[in-house]
């Protein structure tokens, strides 16, 4: 199986290949359109701001690649918003794979102590509906760190509940993503890595 790991200028790459190949995957970091497009899987992780990173998409043309792409695509993070319709980060126009909204954590007046922004730690996730999980993986922990979120939607495949409910995770098609990181969240990250590995295409 060919795994493409998508080459961009955002972090963290590295080390979703390190997990993969924790599970016997050995993906391919590459930005070459012809490999990605015949890659049996394609993983869209990241760490980055949105608008700097989108204009990196559109000017070496991995948003009309990205968009255009009909086997199982796993978003990451930043992936997963850049994947929506529209972030708050930078006011910029993403790729509109899902038609969700990228908004930033705003705590509560007076609150600002106790719910911080960054949302960074362990946290659990529930309401699963994608093939992406299991029934075992409902309200486990996973590992969050982010400012932003996708709001709830129809296609919500996970809920999480920092400051208010939001999408812990999104499938549309054969489009999912994760706003969670699997590759730092231990075994149940590993789990649902390897679900996203052995997905039916659609």
């Known amino acids: 199986m060919e795994v493409a790991i998508i080459k961009y200028n955002a972090g963290n790459i590295m080390s979703v290949e390190l997990a993969l190949k924790r599970l016997g995957v050995n993906a391919t970091i590459t930005a070459d359109p ?3 497009r015949k890659a049996d899987r394609v993983i869209f992780p990241g760490v980055g701001e949105a608008s700097t990173t989108m204009a990196y998409l559109r ?3 991995l948003d009309s690649l990205i968009t255009s792409l009909k086997q199982p695509v796993l978003g990451i993070c930043l992936g997963l918003q850049l994947m929506c319709s529209h972030s708050e980060e930078g ?3 993403c790729l509109g794979i899902f038609p969700e909204k990228v908004k930033k954590f705003i705590p509560a007046p007076g609150h600002e102590y106790v719910t911080k922004v960054p949302h960074m730690g362990w946290n659990s996730i529930c309401n699963l509906k994608s093939d992406l999980f299991d029934a075992s993986l409902e309200n486990q922990y996973v590992y969050f760190v982010h400012s ?5 939607g129809d296609d919500t495949a996970a809920t999480c ?3 208010t409910p939001f999408s812990a995770a999104l499938q549309r098609d054969n489009f999912y993503a994760t ?5 730092k969240s231990g075994p149940i990250g590993a789990r649902i890595l390897e679900n996203f590995i052995n997905l039916k295409a659609h």
């Open 91 to 93: 006011d910029v126009e």
């Open 179 to 183: 706003q969670f990181h699997p590759e």
């Open 161 to 163: 509940n920092y400051i």
């Open 148 to 152: 932003y979120y996708a709001a709830s």
């Open 34 to 36: 012809d490999f990605i």
């Open 59 to 61: 000017e070496h043309k």
